[in-house]
Nanobody
């Protein structure tokens, strides 16, 4: 089973930036959907951004601030997060969808606080 390993989370002040990375343990093709969700305590996991060969999709709350990208040669997806706000505080999960199933990373904490 494919493993997804996230990195890059941490503590940042409002207005700051972070870049998350997610590396897959197997070959990922551009037709496969990869992306990021986030979750805060007591709330459902919500979409942040997704990308596949058809394009990208962002949550309205992050449009203009976050950018998703991928390097298929490295089987890696990234999330560049700029102008971070306290409401962006959450555990961020990497997501992969292939024809044979969907997979999640273990999550990485992002905390935006002064």
């Amino acid at each position: 089973q494919v493993q997804l390993v996230e990195s890059g989370g941490g503590l940042v002040q409002p207005g700051g930036s972070l870049k998350l990375s997610c590396a897959a343990s197997e070959t990922i093709f551009s037709i496969n959907t990869m992306g990021w969700y986030r979750q805060t305590p007591g709330k459902q996991r919500e979409l942040v951004a997704l990308t596949n060969i058809g394009g990208t999709n962002y949550a309205d709350s992050v449009k203009g601030r976050f950018t998703i990208s991928r390097d298929n040669a490295k089987n890696t997806v990234y999330l560049q997060m700029n102008n971070l706000k306290p409401e962006d505080t959450a555990v961020y999960y990497c997501y992969l969808r292939r024809s044979i199933g969907s997979y999640w990373g273990q999550g990485t904490q992002v905390t935006v606080s002064s």
